[in-house]
């Protein structure tokens, strides 16, 4: 299918979004940031990558061939978050109240996660403005399968190597981002046959200034990563690039469990993020590792909210919003409508709402800004 450049779509779409009534005092005290939170999830989270990193090497060290492959499966399972999730919430901004910390943590988990940020951050700020409209926003594309394939599932829980890039923003496995990376720092590709999805493509069309950030971007992910891996040959320490440069596609099997269940299976070209976005409830360690990003509905309701209070905005707009999904509860539901879908592909579910829950806003708005605030997440020319 054929879309319009996205220049268009920023002058003709416009989304009414329905968002759950909040007043606006509770809306900026739930909206601020604060350091110290900030360094208990972004630096709780990397010192957590460096203690199972340290346990990798120690049982590397001593040959304790069963004590490390269970270390580097917990080390996997912490560090496929740093590709996608943790940059996603300090993209927006809003983890830290000191700005330059979240640039500084942004770059050290996009580097380890073999994570591009500009053009993520390009693409997640059209899936805000329009989410699931996929004339704007193919971030992400509806039907999306839950696959349990075989195959799939053993890269999930050993190491993702040859999963490629699909039609939604992805990172696919090890050797499609060596692959990508590669072409991209070396400049095989303009901003008009760029590398990856055709939304990628359509990406760096609309913003070539961020295309050159990329680059750039590209050429730094593949000197560090060359740079460990020319360290290990020549220390014999081959386990460095395991710790560093593959970690983050060995057991990917939380990060896909947690993460496919936001959109998979709900309605697109609706303006009712409670309709196209799916909110869950998850035990304090997923939570952790997921940056709170199963209050998946209240995050696209008001993304300028940091993560850690999205489970108190929940409580304050309880009665207008589903009932939180369980985990399992969640999969089921994917999995109950893409059977439907396979017989009926225009099926979508359509999420109960309780009793209480309005349809339209009646309130008066008290902070236009604050509330369609999405932090600091769009480049320059998306502002």
């Not at 409209?133 to 890269?155: C, K, M, N, W, Y």
């Not at 209050?295 to 707009?317: D, S, T």
């Not at 309130?363 to 932090?375: A, H, K, P, R, T």
């Amino acid at each position: 299918m054929s879309y319009p450049p996205l220049a268009d779509v920023r002058k003709t779409l416009r989304v009414e979004w329905y968002r759950s009534p909040i007043p606006g005092k509770k809306l900026r005290e739930l909206s601020r940031r604060s350091d110290l939170q900030g360094w208990f999830q972004a630096g709780g989270h990397l010192a957590l990558f460096c203690l199972t990193g340290a346990l990798v090497f120690h049982f590397w060290s001593l040959q304790l061939w069963g004590a490390f492959l269970l270390a580097l499966f917990c080390h996997g399972t912490v560090t496929s978050f740093f590709s996608g999730i943790a940059p996603h919430e300090l993209g927006h901004g809003t983890v830290f109240r000191t700005k330059w910390l979240n640039k500084v943590f942004l770059h050290i988990f996009s580097l380890i996660g073999w994570f591009d940020t500009y053009d993520y951050n390009m693409s997640h700020t059209y899936h805000h403005r329009y989410t699931l409209h996929p004339e704007g926003d193919r971030e992400v594309l509806l039907p999306i399968e839950p696959t349990l394939a075989s195959t799939f599932v053993l890269q999930l829980f050993t190491m993702n190597l040859l999963t490629r890039r699909g039609r939604t923003f992805s990172k696919g496995g090890l050797f499609d981002n060596i692959v990508t990376s590669l072409r991209t720092a070396l400049g095989l590709n303009d901003p008009g046959r760029a590398p990856g999805t055709d939304w990628v493509r359509a990406l760096h069309q609309d913003q070539p200034e961020e295309y050159r950030k990329t680059v750039l971007w590209s050429r730094i992910l593949i000197l560090f990563h060359g740079s460990i891996l020319v360290i290990a040959i020549l220390t014999g320490l081959w386990v460095l690039p395991l710790i560093f440069s593959t970690a983050v596609f060995t057991a990917n099997w939380l990060g896909y469990f947690v993460g496919l269940p936001q959109h998979c299976g709900l309605q697109d070209n609706v303006n009712d993020f409670r309709k196209s976005v799916r909110s869950m409830r998850l035990n304090p360690l997923f939570s952790f590792l997921y940056w709170r990003m199963e209050w998946h509905i209240e995050h696209h309701m008001y993304a300028g909210v940091p993560c850690y209070n999205l489970g108190r905005l929940y409580e304050e707009i309880a009665d207008d919003m589903p009932v939180p999904r369980t985990l399992t509860g969640a999969w089921k539901e994917m999995r109950m409508v893409w059977r439907v879908q396979k017989g009926d592909p225009d099926y979508q579910f359509d999420t109960p709402l309780p009793a209480t829950a309005k349809l339209a806003r009646s309130e008066v708005v008290e902070d236009l800004e604050l509330e369609s605030s999405i932090g600091e997440l769009a480049p320059q020319g998306l502002r």
